[in-house]
Antibody, heavy 117, light 108 residues
């Protein structure tokens, strides 16, 4: 079964850091592009970052310079290093698989990040 | 950035009726690269439609997508109780990818 499982969320103080992980199973994640998408409480979906199968990397302006996406092909995993966190980063963070045509066909259940003092 | 505006914000209908959800883009979406997702409370989004008109695997034919350029529509026929959820459109033809703000489909 194709599956994505996120982990690493939690409560962090403003200015702090957190590293999210996304473990893929049932497929080889290195052959796909992968996205991080977040959803603030009661709000809509917001794209955060992408990494292509060729490891080209893209960020939303709201996180550029603070977040870093990476992947470990040997572990079939995706990561999101988040630094200088603020209250505006409080959200459920989803990882999602990008098909060759560019849409997201598989999503994880998400991991919750809360930034609060 | 390509802004996607969904309407209505909330749609109140009864089971068995048909729903028409709109997604309008601020600029033409390249190659009709528009997707629709369904999200139930506390759950991850689920892909319904990609390429504006193609149903994802396992999606019933009650769901259909149409449109091109800047105007797109998701139609749901013969509403079932499990269809009442929030629906998002998303474009992946222009960089950066963007989502609409969502339409909530609620039971009347």
């Amino acid at each position: 079964e194709v599956q994505l499982v996120e982990s690493g969320g939690g409560l962090v103080k403003p200015g702090g850091s957190l590293r999210l992980s996304c473990a893929a199973s049932g497929f080889t994640s290195s052959t796909y592009g992968m996205n991080w998408v977040r959803q603030a409480p009661g709000k809509g979906l917001e794209w955060v970052s992408s990494i292509s199968s060729s490891s080209y990397i893209y960020y939303a302006d709201s996180v550029k310079g603070r977040f870093a996406i990476s992947r470990d092909n040997a572990k079939n995993s995706l990561y999101l290093q988040m630094n200088s966190l603020g209250a505006e980063d409080t959200a459920v963070y989803y990882c999602a698989r990008i098909t060759l045509k560019g849409y997201m066909d598989v999503w994880g259940k998400g991991t919750t990040v809360t930034v609060s003092s | 950035d390509t802004v996607l505006t969904q309407s209505p914000g909330t749609l109140s209908l009864s089971p068995g009726e048909s729903a028409t959800l709109s997604c309008r883009a601020s600029q033409s979406v390249n190659s009709g690269y528009l997707a629709w997702y369904q999200q139930n409370p506390g759950q991850a989004p689920r892909l319904l439609i990609y390429g504006a008109t193609s149903r994802a695997t396992g999606i019933p034919d009650r769901f259909s997508g149409s449109g091109s350029g800047t105007d797109f529509t998701l139609t749901i026929n013969r509403l079932e109780p499990e269809d009442f959820a929030v629906y998002y459109c998303q474009q992946y033809g222009n960089s950066p990818i963007t989502f609409g703000q969502g339409t909530r489909l609620e039971i009347k």
